[in-house]
Structure formats: structure tokens, C-alpha cells
């Protein structure tokens, strides 16, 4: 069963830093682009941050030099680094990634089940 699993999620006080995870299992050939996105209550889900399987990165404006991506190839891994903390950050996180389960297929898009952020003092 394939699955992308976030872990690192918590409560923080503005300004304190957490570091996001998101593992993929499953007999998975390759990952292309992976990606973090939020929601906060009442809002759309929004792109965060994305990697690409070479590494070039894309970050929304609201987090350019607070956050960073971030991936392990090899263990089917992307991170977030989250420092400065604002409570405008206070979302559920999910990761997103195209899943490649062999080379004669198209990605796949997966959705993780997301991780709940919450920044408050």
C-alpha cells in the first residue's frame, strides 16, 4: 500500500521553528516533484513549498526566508524546515508528491493525511 506519512506537526510559540517530515512507502520506482501545502480554517489549500527530484525549489512569498525544502532521495523523504514562526502559519500541513511506479507509467499524485501546525503563545 503506498502511503506519504507527515510527522512533526505541534504546537509553537511565534518565532520558535518546527521541522516537518514526510515519508513514502509502498513499492514506489521514483518520486518527481514533492511538495508541502496548507489550510487554514475557512481558507483553500495553498502550495507552501515544492522540490523537484533535481532539487530547484519554490516557496510562496509568505514563507520565502523563514522556510525551507527539502528531500532524501534515497529514503523517499521531503522536509520542512520551519523557523520564525507566525501565527498566520497555523494550518494543516500536507505533503504531495508524484509517485512513480514504473518507468512505462505516468505519476501518480498523492495527498498525505496532513499534520496539524498551530502557532500561539
Known amino acids: 500500500q503506498v502511503q506519504l506519512v507527515e510527522s512533526g506537526g505541534g504546537l509553537v510559540q511565534p518565532g520558535g521553528s518546527l521541522r516537518l517530515s514526510c515519508a513514502a512507502s509502498?513499492?514506489?520506482?521514483?518520486?518527481?516533484?514533492m511538495g508541502w501545502y496548507r489550510q487554514a480554517p475557512g481558507k483553500q489549500r495553498e502550495l507552501v513549498a515544492a522540490i523537484t527530484s533535481g532539487l530547484s525549489t519554490n516557496y510562496a512569498d509568505s514563507v520565502k526566508g523563514r522556510f525551507t525544502i527539502s528531500r532524501d532521495n534515497a529514503k523517499k523523504m521531503v522536509y520542512l524546515q520551519m523557523n520564525a514562526l507566525k501565527p498566520e502559519d497555523t494550518a494543516v500541513y500536507y505533503c504531495?508528491?508524484?509517485?512513480?511506479?514504473?518507468?512505462?507509467?505516468?505519476?501518480?499524485?498523492?495527498w498525505g493525511q496532513g499534520t496539524q501546525v498551530t502557532v500561539s503563545s
Open positions: 504531495n508528491a508524484d509517485l512513480i511506479f514504473s518507468p512505462l507509467l505516468e505519476p501518480y499524485n498523492f
Open positions: 509502498g513499492k514506489i520506482f521514483s518520486i518527481n516533484d
